[in-house]
């Protein structure tokens, strides 16, 4: 089929990330990573990132709402698990499609402005979304508890197919397979790897070439006579659908949906994941999830006891002042190191972690600005 | 550039990917199947993990329960004073560890976020092996951190959690909790609020809106409207709002006599900071003084809202000035260790690590269901509470509640509450059927 062709650099590509995805657990291991936990999250978030950028990578429109859409599939997920089945087959594809019905609407509207006007919409229908999901629609979300499973649930498919979960309170499972643990993250590594295949479809085709053309110069556009509404509005529809699949694949590895999954700081984190991987390229928004979710699990989790023991070849006083200087940076201070580095990275390599590899290679192959293979081929996007 | 057709090519590839794929979790999955349960400890020492608010509302409690783990584990290992291990009724614990194992221990931070709270709870079992979670300032956090133990397989020690829903509608068999809850708040402020205030008298609610704040409201208003006192109005503040003063002005011109803040942490600090400010204590209404009831109370907020506590009602589960041998050895060794005395939350936390310990004792292991059945109905005394009981229905501990009252002249900034009543445990207790739920089976976990 003509959608599964590509040129060689990309299957190479194509196959190099899925591969590097499969074999996370031993590939992240020996960094502290190598849990199922965390694991999930790099390839929700992986997710999240790459439809965020198809909206703000290709057509620069800068979302500052992306996370509504992530609640969004979160509770369909969760409603879906309550009413229908535990299978995380429907859920997922509910909470897409929910997911991409609810940027439609969003969409409808926001796209109308464009710029920072086109910011601030998005992240007040957000807001919106937030608290409704907070206080006013507590009957549907369960507010600041989250919406959880009971053993009471009615689960028609189940019922209908004779399953029957006894006198526990069931968890999300695939033909018998749980979702929780190693299971649930190869089922999210899939689902990554399929999306990034999407994704790297829309880059190349000419939709994309589209896309990128809205953001070049969207008045150009116009005035030769093109409505770019309804690329743009494509976009965030597909940006949200992704949005939705992550947030529905959260609630698949752990069935919860909370309402602050939908507040601005969740918005927030994913502008500075695709900024901090390099926005506009297919890997950089991957690798900026990861590295900010390792940031938060696993920098966040060392406290003195730890620091101490690191800092132990010191002579004490020596160690003491260590140990006291970098406290300030990890636990409770991760935002503090997040918020360093990504400053970092914005000075000098304004196209992202992917510039830095780029640099790197180029520097290796004694190729200037040739940069092809792939990844770098587009224009490393400022970080408006 | 060639194109090619990845058809046949890319199906070779895809299938040798997908069998490491499918080869890679029997690695790991294989290593678990050898053990009975969820982290069962091979090596000289047995992982706990600690999972308190760092940041956000409830962060001060974080931190006082974070401290207290520290003790407890200090004194389990046999070093420092051993604290409430010398009162303890049960003598098990000999103060060199655990079964025969060092007890060493990991923390996260909740965030006050139940999501935050899972994925740090999530991250102390699959990676770093704890065998037990405990803390959780916050009922929400609280239970959804207990139903992630629960599916996990392992034991859920609960912290500060006031909400009936943690050991009511949404208990687990593994979780267990020492704190008191809000039934039992209502049922001991009910007779105090008659003796102070009267039977005629009509209450306005400000309640944060969560599982606690919904569990807090309705057992206050239970209570209350038994004695004759009606309820004006109910109105739900955002957890962690800051600002209250939008939801303060409408109390002046509702006819209410009485608010009730069903608030805790910073939340309660900032809102009766916000109710004395805006005069509401020296107003009269309906031809009585107006008067604030704050069911919930901690020392850490009465020391953070300072003089606007005094003579404000509410209920503890424990206070450092209590006179019992158990409550002085703790406040001695944590005075010792960190020149303070010990909040609410610190207690509840350091009893909950002594209980689970001594409990895997008796048990001679650490299984979720060994250690369960040793905490069922386990009757104890020592702990600063009196004579305690683990009530196997509902793992909820049944002991007597304090009734506190903001104090007129304290002698210290630490001395801010006193004591009004210790309301006996037979008075605030409830058959486990009240508040519905079902335990469920143990879950050992792989």
């Known amino acids: 089929m003509k959608i599964f062709e590509m040129n060689k650099s990309d299957a190479i590509l194509f196959l190099c990330f899925s591969a590097a995805i499969l074999a996370g657990p031993i590939l992240l291991t020996p960094i502290g990573a190598g849990y199922p936990d965390l694991l999930q999250k790099f390839a929700i978030f992986g997710i999240f990132a790459l439809g965020f950028n198809i909206l703000f990578g290709l057509t620069g429109y800068l979302s500052f709402g992306h996370a509504a859409f992530l609640g969004v599939g979160s509770y369909t997920a969760v409603w879906t698990f309550k009413l229908l089945s535990m299978n995380p087959i429907p859920a997922i594809i509910l909470a897409t499609v929910v997911g991409g019905l609810f940027a439609a609407a969003i969409g409808f509207v926001s796209l109308r402005r464009s710029g920072i006007y086109f910011s601030i919409l998005t992240l007040a229908f957000a807001q919106m979304s937030y608290n409704l999901a907070y206080s006013v629609l507590t009957p549907i979300t369960n507010g600041e508890t989250g919406l959880q499973l009971a053993q009471s649930d009615p689960r028609v498919l189940d019922a209908a197919f004779g399953r029957d979960y006894g006198a526990v309170l069931p968890s999300p499972d695939f033909f018998g397979i749980s979702m929780s643990g190693y299971p649930g993250f190869y089922f999210c590594a899939i689902m990554l790897i399929i999306c990034f295949f999407i994704s790297m479809r829309i880059f190349r085709s000419p939709f994309g070439l589209m896309l990128r053309a809205v953001k070049s110069n969207q008045n150009r556009m116009n005035y030769t006579g093109l409505n770019t509404r309804p690329y743009a509005q494509a976009a965030f529809v597909i940006s949200g659908m992704f949005a939705g699949l992550a947030g529905g694949l959260m609630a698949v590895t752990d069935p919860l949906a909370g309402a602050e999954r939908m507040q601005w700081t969740a918005s927030g984190e994913i502008v500075l994941m695709t900024i901090l991987g390099g926005s506009g390229t297919l890997l950089g928004p991957v690798i900026g999830a990861g590295a900010i979710k390792y940031f938060e699990n696993i920098f966040s989790a060392f406290n003195e006891g730890i620091l101490m023991n690191a800092f132990s070849f010191l002579p004490e006083s020596l160690q003491h002042l260590a140990v006291g200087i970098t406290s300030l940076f990890v636990g409770e201070g991760w935002h503090l190191t997040l918020g360093a580095l990504f400053m970092l990275i914005v000075i000098f390599l304004p196209g992202g972690l992917m510039e830095g590899f780029n640099r790197i290679r180029n520097r290796f192959l004694k190729r200037s600005g040739d940069g092809s293979g792939g990844t770098a081929d587009t224009v490393p996007a400022a970080a408006e | 550039m060639s194109k090619l057709h990845t058809s046949r090519r890319g199906l070779l590839k895809g299938s040798a990917a997908a069998g490491i794929a499918l080869a890679t979790p029997t690695i790991f999955t294989s290593r678990a199947w050898s053990a009975g349960y969820t982290n069962e400890p091979t090596g000289g020492t047995v992982t706990l993990g600690f999972n308190v608010p760092q940041t956000g ?19 389990i290992n046999g070093e420092g004073d051993g604290g409430m291990l010398n009162t303890f009724s049960s003598k098990a614990l000999k103060g060199d560890g655990v079964n025969g194992k060092k007890v060493v221990f990991v923390t996260g931070d909740t965030q006050t976020k139940s999501d935050a709270a899972r994925a740090s709870a999530k991250r102390m079992i699959e990676k770093d092996g704890a065998i037990m979670i405990t803390g959780g300032s916050s009922s929400g956090v ?31 068999a593994n979780g267990f909790r020492h704190f008191f809850n809000t039934e039992m708040s209502g049922a001991a402020l009910g007779p105090v609020l008659k003796n102070a205030f009267g039977s005629e008298r009509s209450a306005y609610h400000l309640t944060a809106d969560y599982t606690w704040g919904w569990s807090q409201e309705g057992s206050i208003k239970k209570y209350t409207e038994e004695l004759g006192w009606k309820t004006a109005a109910a109105v739900r503040t955002p957890l962690g709002a800051g600002d209250f003063s939008q939801y303060i002005t409408p109390v002046l011109n509702s006819g209410a006599d009485v608010l009730v803040l069903n608030h805790y942490g910073r939340d ?21 003084d107006f008067a604030i009831v704050v069911p919930l109370y901690s020392r850490l907020m009465a020391q953070g809202a300072g003089e606007n506590v005094k003579g404000i009602f509410g209920s503890t589960n424990w206070h450092w000035s209590l006179q019992d041998e158990g409550s002085k050895a703790f406040v001695k060794s944590f005075g010792t260790k960190y020149g303070f005395p010990p909040s609410q939350a610190a207690h509840t936390t350091y009893c909950q690590a002594l209980l689970y310990a001594d409990a895997c004792q008796r048990a001679g292991t650490f299984m979720p269901s060994g250690v369960g059945k040793a905490l069922e109905g386990f009757k104890f005394d020592g702990l600063g509470n009196g004579p305690t009981e683990y009530r196997a229905d509902d793992h909820q501990c049944f002991k007597d509640v304090l009734v506190v009252k903001g104090k007129e002249n304290p002698t210290s900034k630490f001395d801010v509450l006193e004591v009004v009543e210790v309301t006996p445990r037979a008075q605030v207790e409830y058959p486990a059927s009240l508040l519905g739920g079902e335990l469920g089976p143990y879950n050992d976990g792989a």
């Open chain 2, 57 to 75: 509302a409830y962060a001060d409690e974080g931190a006082d329960e974070l401290r207290a783990y520290e003790l407890a584990v200090e004194h």
């Open chain 2, 142 to 172: 609280a239970i959804a951190v207990q139903g992630l133990c629960q599916d996990a397989g392992v034991i859920f020690m609960a912290g500060l959690t006031h909400s009936n829903d943690t050991t009511g509608k949404d208990k687990r």
């Open chain 2, 268 to 288: 309660m600090v900032n809102s009766l900071t916000q109710a004395v400010q805006f005069g509401l204590r020296d107003k009269q209404v309906n031809g009585k």
